[in-house]
């Protein structure tokens, strides 16, 4: 994938680039700060519990997998500096998918096949227990091509050495193929005819295509007649993912798995709009064709795994623990010479369990829990009275780096608004109804990263509203007083929340707080939001948390649990 900081993005998001004169790809490149190393590497926004490499710059997760007890993480990532450039898959290797230990890059630039960039691609594990990756390469001609390579010694556990065989690349863009849209090959899956397939992502003029390819051999591939999937208007696709999901509970099924009871996901990273989508379908197998359900919009006004700052996301399957995983990048919010001064950027989104809601309509996301092993002091709120217009203030732990989970309890709706059907896009709905704007039921919701007077702060709330169909659920993020700091890109974000209101009258929401990040999971798991904020005042030890009630209607904390969060090995840091 080619990416680019969101600031930078706003600026340059109608041109299409021309990279030495061939490639076209919406990031931004910074020629003279690539390989500027940080004197310094500033520590005030780093997180603590997020996964970052040491300094520079990261992007998208690449080829995650789980191999002999060992997770491994590869990731886009510039070892000279805190902006796009110098691309290598970063790799690190953990046991907990929370401690990480850093290894050397598994690929570099070094062949005629990826001689100009070493981009994302992902992991698969073929018989006899043997990981090959599969990433795309620029040639020479800036052709995106797909490569392939393996471990150089199965022995070693961490996988340190991988080599690309000379035969490379293994799939061309051939005549009908975009040769500068036409990357980020997918886990590969093994079918019942004996042959393994795969998509790559590519667009056809403004229609966005998962080109499918069959292989005997993993070797020689050949690209299928028709795509296993495509949309108009949706542009380019990048880091597209498929894979089943079971109708029934949580558990996981590995990528070839087919049958009774299973539904498909495919995801796209959308470059058009730095947004991603994803729909629920059926997989016809005997003509490869992927069928969307229609429960939700097949393009970027579709369901999302995140509302928010999350993008490149890549799904796999932990043999471990029988679960599906995914992780995704959030890249930073401000300026690229501000990356170069803290002398790092982007983070990883904590990895979450995916699975499908029991209404069949959408996934489910929640935090692994692994996560839960660093949560240490804690603080309780139970059967609390929130009253229109007041602030409770949630003290006792250092709530800048905090896992908080609160269950709101709505006793009457008496005073919700009415819908307006105009209301079609839930960001701009909450760009237009922030935290301060009263309603009837909400907002409310959490204030975090706070300072004492709360003129820093980032809201994280709810409103209801009634319609003729039943109760409408908004979950919001309104970062728009998250710092004092001025010129930053603050951005609003918003989706709806499918949940029967009526059912209990309750409603939850976990939040995940970072220094530079608020990761919050709605309705347990169903609708969730990431920001990247940068508080000046609510640092560290000046950091409060609130929960707030800005609608007319009381709501009650119903019980509210609040962990500080302890260090783990990160990467060395």
């Known amino acids: 994938m080619v990416t680019m900081n969101r600031v930078a993005w706003l600026v340059v998001a109608v041109l299409c680039c021309l990279r030495n004169g061939a490639v076209e790809g919406f990031h931004a490149v910074y020629e003279?700060?690539?390989?500027?190393?940080?004197?310094?590497?500033?520590?005030?926004?780093?997180?603590?519990?997020?996964?970052q490499p040491p300094r520079n710059w990261i992007n998208d997760p690449n080829g995650p997998m789980y191999y002999n007890g060992i997770y491994h993480f590869f990731y886009q990532y510039n070892p000279y500096g805190a902006v796009w450039g110098n691309i290598v898959w970063g790799h690190s290797v953990s046991t907990?998918?929370?401690?990480?230990?850093?290894?050397?890059?598994?690929?570099?630039?070094?062949?005629?096949?990826d001689v100009n960039g070493c981009w994302s691609g992902s992991a698969t594990i073929l018989p006899g227990n043997k990981p090959v990756i599969l990433y795309t390469g620029v040639d020479p001609k800036n052709r995106q091509v797909q490569n392939i390579a393996f471990p150089k010694n199965l022995s070693d556990p961490y996988l340190r050495e991988w080599v690309k065989p000379d035969y490379n690349p293994i799939m061309d863009p051939d005549s009908g193929v975009n040769a500068s849209a036409f990357r980020d090959p997918t886990?590969?899956?093994?079918?019942?005819?004996?042959?393994?397939?795969?998509?790559?992502g590519s667009k056809r003029k403004h229609r966005g295509l998962a080109i499918m390819y069959r292989s005997k051999d993993f070797i020689h591939w050949i690209k299928a007649k028709h795509p296993l999937h495509s949309a108009n208007g949706t542009g380019m696709w990048e880091c597209p993912d498929f894979y089943p999901v079971s109708m029934e509970g949580k558990?996981?099924?590995?990528?070839?798995?087919?049958?009774?009871?299973?539904?498909?996901?495919?995801?796209?990273?959308?470059?058009?709009?730095?947004?991603?989508?994803y729909t629920l379908g059926t997989y016809l197998r005997d003509i490869d064709r992927y069928?969307?359900?229609g429960t939700s919009a097949d393009d970027g006004s579709g369901l999302r795994y995140d509302y928010g700052n999350f993008y490149a996301s890549k799904t796999f399957y932990d043999e471990g623990k029988k679960r599906r995983i995914l992780w995704g990048w959030s890249n930073e919010s401000d300026s690229s010479l501000d990356d170069v001064g803290k002398g790092w950027a982007g983070i990883e989104a904590i990895p979450r369990a995916v699975w499908l809601d029991t209404n069949g309509r959408q996934l489910i996301q929640w935090p692994v829990e692994e996560i839960e092993t660093l949560r240490g002091k804690q603080v309780s709120v139970m059967n609390k009275n929130v009253k229109s217009g007041e602030v409770v203030e949630v003290s006792g732990i250092m709530t800048?780096?905090?896992?908080?989970?609160?269950?709101?309890?709505?006793s009457t709706l008496?005073?919700?608004?009415?819908?307006?059907?105009?209301?079609?896009?839930?960001?701009?709905l909450c760009e237009q109804k922030g935290a301060d704007v009263t309603g009837g039921v909400g907002p409310f919701g959490l204030l975090a990263l706070a300072s004492a007077n709360r003129e820093?702060?980032?809201?994280?709330?709810?409103?209801?509203y009634s319609s003729p169909k039943g109760y409408i659920g908004l979950m919001c993020h309104d970062p728009s007083r998250s710092t004092v700091r001025p010129g930053l890109y603050k951005p609003t974000f918003g989706g709806w929340v499918d949940v029967d209101i009526k059912k209990n009258g309750m409603l939850s929401l976990r939040s995940l707080i970072d220094r530079s990040v608020v990761e919050s999971f709605g309705a347990e798991g169903r609708t969730c939001i990431t920001s990247r904020v940068y508080p000046s005042v609510a640092v560290d030890g000046d950091a409060h948390l609130f929960v707030f009630n800005n609608g007319a209607e009381d709501v009650k904390i119903s019980e509210l649990k609040a962990w500080e969060m302890m260090k783990p090995s990160m990467n060395g840091i």
């Open 400 to 410: 800048s780096q905090a896992d908080v989970e609160v269950t709101f309890q709505l």
């Open 456 to 464: 820093e702060q980032t809201a994280v709330f709810f409103r209801l």
């Open 251 to 277: 558990l996981g099924v590995d990528t070839a798995e087919y049958g009774n009871g299973l539904k498909y996901v495919l995801k796209n990273s959308l470059d058009v709009t730095r947004y991603e989508y």
């Open 96 to 113: 907990d998918l929370i401690n990480w230990i850093a290894v050397e890059p598994a690929l570099y630039p070094s062949k005629p096949f």
């Open 187 to 200: 886990t590969a899956w093994y079918g019942s005819d004996g042959h393994w397939r795969l998509v790559v």
């Open 32 to 51: 003279e700060l690539m390989s500027v190393p940080a004197a310094v590497v500033d520590n005030q926004y780093r997180t603590v519990f997020h996964f």
């Open 414 to 428: 008496d005073k919700i608004e009415p819908f307006d059907s105009m209301w079609t896009d839930p960001q701009k």
């Open 291 to 293: 069928i969307p359900d």
